[in-house]
């Protein structure tokens, strides 16, 4: 189960737009489409931003979108706004009833 | 409202064997798989495994295969986590997750340090 490639960071100022993506294989992100994005602030559990690729989990901004092109995921984040800042993870399923996270990405805003 | 509450904070020594529990409450335990996560310092997250509570399979991420073992107490509404053989590179805070929607709502951690 190899895991998914995230740019290791990305930055933004108040107000712009960020997009983050997620590339894994044909068995993977590109065979369905079960990729999740969590948002994780330090010290804190992973908080569901997105599932099923598209989908936001009630609560959660308009501001965060999700997309999904051949064997790439990408996470669109909107109106960047301070508390945006923190770490970034996809989550796709991998067959065989297995999960993988991507490495991680390090959101910072300017 | 769904909670997952994992037990505290573990020190073990290498090669020593930890077992971590996350009680469930706010729904039905046999309806949702029960992930486990581990998180290094300063590192990124890694899917350990997960559980089906309603007939026991386990299922585990190749890293991790001869080395861990989760299991579910249906009587009590606990899931565990067993990660035997430890080293340093066990130093981690383990989570719990679960949901319709995997890795939906997801414990608070549990911390691990691994030293001599």
């Known amino acids: 189960q190899s895991a998914l490639t995230q740019p290791a960071s990305v930055s933004g100022s108040p107000g712009q737009s960020i997009t983050i993506s997620c590339t894994g294989t044909n068995s993977g992100v590109g065979n369905h489409n079960l990729v999740s994005w969590y948002q994780q602030h330090p010290g804190k559990p992973p908080k569901l931003m997105i599932y099923e690729g598209s989908k936001r989990p009630s609560g959660v901004s308009n501001r965060f979108s999700g997309s999904k092109s051949g064997n790439t995921a990408s996470l669109t984040i909107s109106g960047l706004q301070a508390e945006d800042e923190a770490d970034y993870y996809c989550c796709s399923y991998a067959g065989s009833s297995t999960w993988v996270f991507g490495g991680g990405t390090k959101l910072t805003v300017l | 409202e769904v909670q997952l509450v994992q037990s505290g904070a573990e020190v073990k020594k290498p090669g020593a064997t930890v077992k971590i529990s996350c009680k469930i409450s706010g729904y039905t335990f046999t309806d949702y798989y029960m992930h486990w996560v581990q998180q290094a310092p300063g590192k990124g997250l890694e899917w350990m495994g997960l559980?089906?509570?309603?007939?026991?399979?386990?299922i585990y991420a190749e890293k991790f295969q001869g080395r861990v073992t989760i299991t579910a107490d249906t009587s009590r509404d606990i899931a565990y986590m067993e990660l035997r053989s430890l080293t340093s590179e066990d130093t981690a805070v383990y989570f719990c997750a679960t949901g319709v929607v995997p890795l939906a709502y997801w414990g608070q951690g549990s911390l691990v340090t691994v030293s001599s």
């Open positions: 559980v089906d509570p309603d007939d026991g399979e386990a």
